[in-house]
């Protein structure tokens, strides 16, 4: 209950920095998968944010006056049949008490509620055009409110991205929060150990797909954080591939970009490795480029340095990598000002991390002005940022491409999270060095 809480007043205190209100904010919906049959249900990341309350069907609301916060809750009555079918419901009374509410009501109060809290309101902060039905629920609301004019009741004048506030807010995680990612990381550097442990030549990509499942699952995590990437060969150089039903040949690379959450959190985890055990001299040649220019990027990873920094190193190091092994020509210099690179490096070196695996946050400082004319500056990394740190090299066949390096793709990402003095890789415990990857593969 406590981070929530807490989470909740801060939030009201950059309300009442913008003159105080009331903020609306709603859970996801739950999602027909087909006919009668739903998607596994997850909760808004903004929702469970605020209010850690699991269930579908929920409005958080929070009323930031001049001295004072309130916090209120509206979710499923109980409901003894319907928990029959669909599992127990924590109802208004035991919502308030176990996620620390002020006051929580049945959902089907939410209108007629809404009409009398935000009357003589100076503002309202809900998800700007984050969906339809929201957007049309505070037209209605505010309607309700302009229609007491003539009784002397005022209607919000201000609307407030709610969005907005909470990204700045969901940046830099908290102790609670990065424990979680810790663990989420730990569960699913297990899981990549596991499949490098069973990998071989004949099995199906899927195969492993399901030793990754495995793993979380028993371990405790609900869900994989994003639809795993098991991609072996040629199929390694599609950024999001997603059939994962090939076989797996001998000789080849297996690029496997998956990671579990767990108690709403992501985890994020690229490695490649050999089919059957062994680099061969091409693969282990560029491999070892990836993985010099990831230990460039991780060590620019540290606070005070911009989001950019660490993308910068990564990309000398690959770039200078593809010319000495003749996948470009000319300088250094040059192949970075042509961008020459981007036909084997195409992506960017890192994407923040928590909630989401993309996770929410502006990459560059917000407020400030851009620099000459140009864009505004990077965001500077501080404390309690969280962010992936993930080179690659994408080689398709070609005929101006050395035949040795034909349908070689190469990712290796770690989670990193920026602390007091540099970053901690929380993914550490699945290797990475190749000659650890071999010795693992041959211990199976």
Same mark, same amino acid.
């Given at each position: 209950?406590?981070?929530?809480?807490?989470?909740?007043?801060?939030?009201?205190?950059?309300?009442? &920095?913008?003159?105080?209100? %009331? $903020?609306?904010?709603? #859970?996801?919906?739950?999602?027909?998968?087909? *006919? +009668?049959? =739903?998607?596994?249900?997850?909760?808004?990341?903004?929702?469970?944010?605020?209010?850690?309350?699991?269930?579908?069907? &929920?409005?958080?609301?929070? %009323? $930031?006056?001049?001295? #004072?916060?309130?916090?209120?809750?509206?979710? *499923? +009555?109980? =409901?003894?049949?319907?928990?029959?079918?669909?599992?127990?419901?924590?109802?208004?009374?035991?919502?308030?008490?176990?996620?620390?509410?002020?006051?929580?009501?049945?959902?089907?109060?939410?209108?007629?509620?809404?009409?009398?809290?935000?009357?003589?309101?100076?503002?309202?902060?809900?998800?700007?055009?984050?969906?339809?039905?929201?957007?049309?629920?505070?037209?209605?609301?505010?309607?309700?409110?302009?229609?007491?004019?003539?009784?002397?009741?005022?209607?919000?004048?201000?609307?407030?991205?709610?969005?907005?506030?909470?990204?700045?807010?969901?940046?830099?995680?908290?102790?609670?929060?990065?424990?979680i990612m810790r663990r989420a990381a730990n569960i699913s550097a297990h899981a990549h150990v596991r499949a490098m442990q069973t990998t071989r030549p004949g099995v199906r990509e899927y195969e492993i797909e399901a030793e990754l499942l495995h793993e979380f699952h028993r371990n405790g995590s609900s869900f994989p954080a994003y639809g795993s990437i098991v991609a072996g060969g040629r199929n390694a150089c599609v950024l999001h591939y997603r059939g994962n039903a090939d076989t797996l040949r001998d000789g080849d690379l297996l690029l496997i970009d998956a990671g579990c959450e767990l108690d709403g959190y992501a985890s994020d985890i690229t490695r490649t490795f050999p089919v059957n055990g062994r680099f061969s001299g091409p693969q282990r040649e560029l491999y070892d480029i990836v993985l010099a220019a990831q230990a460039a990027a991780i060590e620019q990873t540290r606070p005070g340095k911009r989001f950019i920094d660490p993308h910068d190193a990564a990309l000398k190091v690959l770039t200078q990598g593809m010319i000495d092994c003749g996948l470009l020509e000319g300088s250094l210099d040059g192949a970075l000002e042509s961008g020459s690179y981007r036909r084997f490096y195409m992506h960017r070196t890192g994407h923040w991390l928590g909630m989401d695996v993309h996770d929410c946050g502006e990459y560059r400082e917000p407020g400030e002005s851009a620099q000459n004319g140009g864009e505004k500056p990077w965001r500077v990394l501080r404390p309690g940022m969280v962010l992936t740190v993930e080179p690659g090299l994408y080689v398709r066949a070609a005929d101006d491409v050395p035949v040795a390096y034909h349908d070689i793709g190469i990712r290796i990402e770690d989670d990193a999270v920026v602390t007091d003095t540099g970053c901690e890789i929380i993914t550490g415990d699945v290797p990475k060095v190749a000659s650890e990857i071999e010795a693992l593969m041959r211990s199976a």
């Open positions: 209950m406590q981070p929530y809480l807490s989470r909740r007043l801060q939030l009201a205190d950059l309300m009442r &920095a913008r003159g105080g209100g %009331v $903020a609306v904010l709603a #859970t996801a919906p739950e999602v027909i998968r087909n *006919r +009668d049959a =739903h998607y596994p249900y997850r909760s808004d990341s903004y929702f469970h944010y605020l209010s850690g309350f699991p269930e579908p069907e &929920a409005v958080v609301v929070i %009323v $930031a006056a001049a001295n #004072t916060t309130r916090s209120l809750l509206f979710c *499923r +009555d109980k =409901h003894e049949e319907r928990e029959i079918w669909d599992g127990f419901r924590f109802g208004p009374a035991a919502a308030a008490e176990r996620f620390g509410f002020d006051e929580a009501h049945s959902i089907d109060r939410l209108d007629e509620q809404m009409t009398r809290l935000l009357a003589d309101q100076p503002a309202l902060f809900h998800p700007l055009s984050a969906r339809p039905e929201t957007d049309a629920a505070a037209q209605r609301w505010l309607a309700a409110v302009r229609a007491q004019a003539r009784a002397g009741v005022g209607a919000p004048t201000a609307a407030f991205d709610l969005h907005a506030l909470l990204d700045e807010m969901r940046l830099r995680k908290d102790a609670h929060e990065i424990d």
